[in-house]
């Protein structure tokens, strides 16, 4: 009995050991608020990232150091154009850093911001920026490694399709026929992850985690209220889908 509990200590042990990390890449925070960056720094730190934050990226270190992605939090900036004031102040050096911007949902709809930059509306879930940052250094990686890729082909896999929705995964939009539906943050994410399941049967919980994560303690009645405020916004309708079926009992899946 003694040889089993100590076996079974030592197990205990070894499996609450954190996973070494055998290649880690590194990302720069500027923020003028690092307190709001704690969570999702932790969230990186553990994904195996290495993580700086800066409080300023001019006549900083920042500016001097190498990165493999950077992130600019300029969401609440009351400057007219924060995303090109910062492209500014950019060396050369880092202008072909990827980059990403946390921004406030009022500058997804600002014409100066190129369709080119990641945007990320924030405050978002941790776990949400971790997903932004592994796709576009997934992408990053994949032109590296054929950069003979074609234009359309990259932009393909920035977007999700199904019937006459498509949703822009790098400017988090949707459109509906080519005419622009607004969607909250929830929304939008609800969504992504029926169209991403492709036709599977999504349960409430298993959304509820998806999209308002684990630590949500609330009734999966949240998922039936936005789902039917999403599909209000689709023209869709319970009784005779066209995008969003109800399977009773059970949770949601894309309409046939």
């Not at 992605?69 to 004031?85: K, R, T, W």
């Not at 990686?141 to 790098?170: C, G, M, N």
Request: glycine letters at 6%; aromatic letters at 6%.
């Amino acid at each position: 009995m003694q040889n089993q509990t100590q076996e079974m200590t030592l197990l205990d042990v070894a499996a609450s050991e954190p996973e070494v990390c055998e290649m880690t890449r590194k990302i720069i925070i500027v923020s003028p608020f690092p307190g709001r960056m704690h969570e999702l720094m932790r969230t990186l730190m553990e994904a195996c990232f290495d993580v700086l934050v800066f409080h300023r990226w001019e006549h900083s270190e920042a500016g001097t150091l190498q990165a493999d992605l950077l992130i600019f939090d300029v969401s609440g900036s009351q400057d007219e154009d924060p995303v090109g004031a910062f492209r500014e102040n950019m060396h050369p050096v880092h202008a072909a850093v990827p980059t990403l911007f946390l921004v406030d949902e009022r500058m997804l709809h600002d014409q100066r911001i190129g369709g080119h930059e990641e945007l990320l509306v924030w405050p978002a879930r941790p776990q949400e920026g971790l997903h932004h940052v592994r796709r576009i250094l997934r992408s990053v990686t994949s032109r590296e490694l054929d950069p003979a890729v074609p234009a359309d082909v990259e932009a393909a896999r920035d977007q999700l399709i199904f019937k006459d929705l498509r949703i822009d995964l790098r400017r988090m939009t949707v459109y509906r026929g080519g005419a622009r539906i607004d969607l909250t943050k929830t929304e939008y994410e609800l969504l992504q992850q029926l169209i991403e399941a492709r036709g599977a049967v999504r349960t409430r919980e298993d959304l509820l985690n998806r999209v308002w994560g684990t630590q949500y303690f609330g009734g999966s009645n949240v998922v039936d209220v936005h789902v039917k405020s999403l599909r209000k916004k689709l023209g869709d309708s319970a009784g005779q889908p066209l995008y969003v079926a109800t399977v009773r009992g059970v949770g949601y899946r894309l309409a046939d």
